[in-house]
């Protein structure tokens, strides 16, 4: 199984299409390790390639602080579970994830709420 984090400097990131890096864990989930960790670019943002793109990757689940709906629902519709609202050092998620602790919550971006004028991601 491969999860896909948004990363800004070791951290996810609050914003999966502006992001700098993807880090890339292949990972066994049945004994809980990490196989492989890569880190990829990011590439140049497009409403819906991203989607696309990890999945291209073979990504089956996506981390990110902030996703709008409609990239939420581009991921799913690629068979890509996108779990929002987290934050923290990339390799402290993963281990959380990989211990079934980590909790999903609100989209650290406010999409289509008044005032929201920080990002311009879908």
Do not use: W
């Amino acid at each position: 199984m491969k999860v896909a984090i948004a990363t800004d400097n070791n951290q996810v990131s609050a914003h999966f299409g502006r992001c700098p890096n993807y880090t890339i864990f292949d990972v066994d989930v049945e004994v809980r390790k990490i196989m492989e960790r890569t880190v990829i670019d990011t590439p140049p943002h497009q409403p819906g390639f991203l989607p696309k793109f990890l999945n291209e990757k073979g990504v089956d689940v996506v981390i990110a602080g902030g996703m709008g709906p409609r990239a939420q629902g581009f991921f799913t519709q690629m068979n890509i579970h996108p779990i929002i609202g987290i934050s923290g050092a990339v390799d402290e998620v993963i281990q959380a994830y990989l211990e079934d602790k980590l909790v999903a919550g609100e989209s650290l971006c406010d999409h289509g709420k008044p005032g929201h004028q920080t990002c311009d991601h879908d």
